[in-house]
């Protein structure tokens, strides 16, 4: 049985509520647009910082797109949303959102990942397989994604900053992952992606750093933040 597509509608409308919130809300730089293809597949991969990622870059991405996310944000108003957005729910192993996420990319549109698979240093030193398990099955490119400037050291995880707060949404040079010959058997070929996609990561992470005042967080990222004010 074939898995349900998301609908594009949902991305035609919900991404202007991303696009508010990254420029009017809070003030996003925005590097690379021109780095995400106009049209195809494409697999946009991003470090995770904090709660509004997901938001921000869906926002700033010129076309509509896919997020796959955890079911656990998949509960009450909010979940409505992202219902309603046509986001791709990732439950279990997730073997159903990548179903959809491929299906997606089969129709020629985005899907976004956020690698890492949990909210915290955003600095990608490991990152979970399925975003190379779609770009090994699509043959669609891939585009390293930096986000800064989301949580800061000492913000909790679900830090939602105060207006006006500066973020910066870097896209990097796309990468098609394409297993050399000698690289052999769906095990193989999955893992030689994986780790090409973690270093095209982590390499796009680096360069924005290296251009920005801006930095990521450097504390525990699951520390709870009892009280303490975010400052913008």
């Given at each position: 049985?074939?898995p349900?597509?998301?609908?594009?509608?949902?991305?035609?409308?919900?991404?202007?509520?991303?696009?508010?919130l990254?420029?009017?809300?809070?003030?996003?730089?925005?590097?690379?647009?021109?780095?995400?293809?106009?049209?195809?597949?494409?697999?946009?991969?991003?470090?995770?910082?904090?709660?509004?990622?997901?938001?921000?870059?869906?926002?700033?991405?010129?076309?509509?797109?896919?997020?796959?996310?955890?079911?656990?944000?998949?509960?009450?108003?909010?979940?409505?949303?992202?219902?309603?957005?046509?986001?791709?729910?990732?439950?279990?192993?997730?073997?159903?959102?990548?179903?959809?996420?491929?299906?997606?990319?089969?129709?020629?549109?985005?899907?976004?990942?956020?690698?890492?698979?949990?909210?915290?240093?955003?600095?990608?030193?490991?990152?979970?397989?399925?975003?190379?398990?779609l770009?090994?099955?699509?043959?669609?490119?891939?585009?390293p994604?930096?986000?800064?400037?989301?949580?800061?050291?000492?913000?909790?995880?679900?830090?939602?900053?105060?207006p006006?707060?500066?973020l910066?949404?870097a896209?990097?040079?796309?990468?098609?992952?394409?297993?050399?010959?000698?690289?052999r058997?769906?095990?193989a070929?999955?893992?030689?992606?994986?780790?090409?996609?973690?270093?095209?990561?982590?390499?796009?992470?680096?360069?924005?750093?290296?251009?920005?005042?801006?930095?990521l967080?450097?504390?525990?990222?699951?520390?709870e933040?009892?009280?303490?004010?975010?400052?913008?």
């Amino acid at each position: 049985m074939s898995p349900a597509v998301p609908s594009r509608w949902g991305p035609r409308w919900s991404r202007w509520v991303g696009r508010f919130l990254a420029r009017v809300l809070w003030r996003t730089e925005v590097r690379g647009r021109d780095n995400v293809p106009r049209t195809g597949a494409a697999i946009v991969v991003c470090n995770h910082l904090g709660l509004i990622d997901g938001p921000v870059v869906h926002g700033v991405i010129p076309r509509g797109s896919h997020f796959l996310i955890r079911i656990e944000m998949m509960t009450g108003p909010l979940g409505g949303i992202l219902r309603a957005a046509q986001q791709i729910t990732v439950e279990g192993a997730g073997r159903e959102a990548l179903a959809q996420g491929l299906a997606v990319l089969r129709r020629g549109d985005v899907i976004g990942v956020f690698p890492e698979g949990t909210r915290g240093a955003g600095t990608a030193t490991a990152v979970h397989g399925g975003a190379a398990w779609l770009a090994i099955q699509s043959g669609a490119p891939v585009v390293p994604t930096t986000i800064v400037g989301s949580r800061r050291t000492g913000e909790s995880v679900n830090i939602w900053p105060r207006p006006g707060r500066r973020l910066l949404v870097a896209f990097g040079e796309p990468v098609v992952l394409t297993p050399p010959p000698e690289v052999r058997g769906g095990r193989a070929k999955q893992e030689w992606a994986a780790e090409r996609l973690a270093e095209a990561l982590r390499q796009q992470v680096a360069r924005t750093l290296e251009t920005t005042d801006l930095e990521l967080p450097l504390d525990d990222p699951r520390r709870e933040n009892r009280g303490g004010e975010d400052q913008a």
